[in-house]
Protein backbone atom coordinates (compact mmCIF):
# COMPACT_ATOMS: atom_id res chain seq x y z
CA UNK A 1 0.00 0.00 0.00
CA UNK A 2 1.38 3.85 -0.68
CA UNK A 3 0.25 6.44 1.24
CA UNK A 4 0.83 10.33 0.81
CA UNK A 5 0.77 12.43 3.85
CA UNK A 6 0.39 16.19 3.60
CA UNK A 7 1.13 18.63 6.20
CA UNK A 8 2.30 21.99 7.01
CA UNK A 9 -1.04 24.15 5.75
CA UNK A 10 -2.93 26.87 8.44
CA UNK A 11 -4.03 30.57 8.73
CA UNK A 12 -1.46 33.49 7.58
CA UNK A 13 -1.76 36.67 6.97
CA UNK A 14 -1.69 38.44 3.93
CA UNK A 15 1.71 38.62 2.29
CA UNK A 16 2.76 35.87 4.86
CA UNK A 17 4.43 32.03 3.54
CA UNK A 18 3.58 28.57 4.40
CA UNK A 19 5.80 25.47 3.91
CA UNK A 20 3.48 22.38 2.23
CA UNK A 21 5.30 18.79 2.92
CA UNK A 22 3.88 15.81 1.39
CA UNK A 23 5.48 12.75 2.65
CA UNK A 24 4.68 9.29 0.35
CA UNK A 25 5.30 6.04 1.93
CA UNK A 26 4.76 2.46 1.67
CA UNK A 27 5.48 0.03 -1.02
CA UNK A 28 7.42 2.52 -3.37
CA UNK A 29 9.56 1.30 -6.25
CA UNK A 30 10.00 4.49 -7.80
CA UNK A 31 8.05 8.16 -7.82
CA UNK A 32 7.82 10.35 -11.06
CA UNK A 33 5.83 13.44 -11.38
CA UNK A 34 4.67 14.64 -8.28
CA UNK A 35 2.51 17.68 -8.00
CA UNK A 36 0.40 20.18 -5.80
CA UNK A 37 -3.12 20.45 -6.40
CA UNK A 38 -5.55 23.39 -4.78
CA UNK A 39 -9.28 23.37 -4.32
CA UNK A 40 -11.07 26.51 -3.57
CA UNK A 41 -14.57 26.38 -1.72
CA UNK A 42 -17.01 26.10 -4.76
CA UNK A 43 -14.14 25.49 -7.33
CA UNK A 44 -13.14 22.60 -9.00
CA UNK A 45 -9.31 21.42 -8.01
CA UNK A 46 -6.79 22.86 -10.11
CA UNK A 47 -3.20 21.99 -10.59
CA UNK A 48 -0.82 24.74 -8.62
CA UNK A 49 2.62 22.92 -9.37
CA UNK A 50 4.21 19.91 -11.16
CA UNK A 51 7.90 18.56 -10.37
CA UNK A 52 9.40 15.53 -12.06
CA UNK A 53 12.04 13.26 -10.54
CA UNK A 54 14.39 14.95 -12.51
CA UNK A 55 13.34 18.16 -11.01
CA UNK A 56 11.86 20.02 -14.00
CA UNK A 57 8.74 22.05 -12.61
CA UNK A 58 6.24 24.00 -13.96
CA UNK A 59 3.11 26.23 -12.53
CA UNK A 60 0.53 27.63 -12.84
CA UNK A 61 0.34 31.09 -13.89
CA UNK A 62 -1.79 33.11 -11.22
CA UNK A 63 1.53 31.45 -8.54
CA UNK A 64 4.47 32.19 -10.74
CA UNK A 65 7.03 33.89 -8.84
CA UNK A 66 4.98 33.18 -5.40
CA UNK A 67 5.54 29.41 -5.28
CA UNK A 68 8.35 26.86 -5.44
CA UNK A 69 7.96 23.77 -5.63
CA UNK A 70 10.43 21.32 -4.45
CA UNK A 71 11.49 17.65 -4.20
CA UNK A 72 13.47 14.96 -2.30
CA UNK A 73 13.76 11.70 -4.00
CA UNK A 74 15.65 10.43 -1.08
CA UNK A 75 12.70 11.00 1.59
CA UNK A 76 10.16 10.60 -1.00
CA UNK A 77 8.77 13.71 0.12
CA UNK A 78 7.38 16.92 -2.16
CA UNK A 79 7.06 20.83 -0.83
CA UNK A 80 5.66 23.54 -1.97
CA UNK A 81 7.16 26.54 -0.71
CA UNK A 82 4.85 29.22 -0.87
CA UNK A 83 5.32 33.21 -0.37
CA UNK A 84 3.06 36.42 -0.80
CA UNK A 85 -0.04 34.77 -0.17
CA UNK A 86 -2.84 36.26 -1.25
CA UNK A 87 -6.60 36.06 -0.17
CA UNK A 88 -7.07 34.02 -3.71
CA UNK A 89 -4.61 31.61 -2.57
CA UNK A 90 -7.24 30.09 0.07
CA UNK A 91 -7.83 26.49 -0.72
CA UNK A 92 -7.41 22.92 0.55
CA UNK A 93 -4.33 21.99 -0.85
CA UNK A 94 -3.88 18.35 -2.55
CA UNK A 95 -0.43 16.42 -3.16
CA UNK A 96 -0.56 13.82 -5.78
CA UNK A 97 2.01 11.22 -6.75
CA UNK A 98 2.42 9.15 -9.96
CA UNK A 99 3.97 6.02 -8.42
CA UNK A 100 5.14 2.46 -9.28
CA UNK A 101 5.10 0.33 -6.24
CA UNK A 102 7.06 -2.92 -5.66
CA UNK A 103 3.54 -5.13 -5.72
CA UNK A 104 1.18 -2.53 -7.25
CA UNK A 105 0.84 -1.35 -10.74
CA UNK A 106 1.78 2.60 -11.73
CA UNK A 107 -0.83 4.60 -10.46
CA UNK A 108 -1.51 7.85 -9.07
CA UNK A 109 -2.25 8.89 -5.16
CA UNK A 110 -3.63 11.63 -3.55
CA UNK A 111 -2.84 12.77 -0.22
CA UNK A 112 -6.16 13.81 2.17
CA UNK A 113 -5.25 17.23 1.91
CA UNK A 114 -4.44 20.32 4.26
CA UNK A 115 -6.36 23.66 4.62
CA UNK A 116 -5.00 27.26 3.99
CA UNK A 117 -6.04 29.78 4.98
CA UNK A 118 -5.26 33.80 3.94
CA UNK A 119 -6.59 36.29 6.30
CA UNK A 120 -6.08 39.29 8.46
Known amino acids: QVQLVESGGGLVQPGGSLRLSCAAS????????MAWYRQAPGKQRELVAT???????NYQDSVKARFTISRDNAKNTAYLQMNSLKPKDIAVYYC??????????????WGQGTQVTVSS
Open 96 to 109: YADITGWDLPRRGY
Open 51 to 57: ITNGGST
Open 26 to 33: GSIFHIYV
